[in-house]
């Protein structure tokens, strides 16, 4: 798989010059993206991502106008496994180099309640990019009780199709279908916060 999710994490738009917007920066310690997938009818086997940056174009009072980007390099993935690490990395999926990158930039988002949106955005995974939605949810806003500056957290789900990204080998008998979930928090820059 040359460049995961968020792959995934996960969550972005275009980022948009909206004068309402607040400027929200990953906290790298408090974001993960998680992915499982089918293995062969007996378990389902899951790996990780964690420790990326990003930016969230926020705007509180109207969300649809929000954005986010995210970029990380496709190495930093978690198997918990060595062997299945190096054989993602392989010519078999991801041939992957250091530089090799998953980006999301999101291009749109379509709110669907109080807390919850739908985010649309182009996942850059395998040197494929693909538009894909993020169900995504606010979980909350505020003061970092002990940061003592405005905070943001999210989670969000989706589901790739690995052959979409030219890492379908052993599908079906591997599900081609991979479960994407993703939680971030995400602290207002310095330079806004007050």
Known sequence: MKSLILAAGLISA?????ADADTYVLDNSHSQIVFSYEHLGYSTTYGMFSGFGGEIQFDQE????????????????LTGWEARFGHFMSADFFGATEDEMVT????????TGDNTALITGDLTLNDVTKSIVLDAKLNQLGDHP?????????DATTTLVRSDFNLGMFAP???DEVSVMISIEASKADDQAS
């Open 173 to 175: 008998f591997v599900s």
């Open 146 to 154: 002990m940061e003592g500056k405005p905070w943001a957290g999210f």
């Open 62 to 77: 109207n969300p649809a106008d929000s954005s986010v980007q995210v970029s990380f390099p496709v190495t930093t993935m």
């Open 14 to 18: 275009a980022t948009f010059a909206q």
């Open 104 to 111: 999301f930039v999101s291009s749109g988002i379509e709110v």
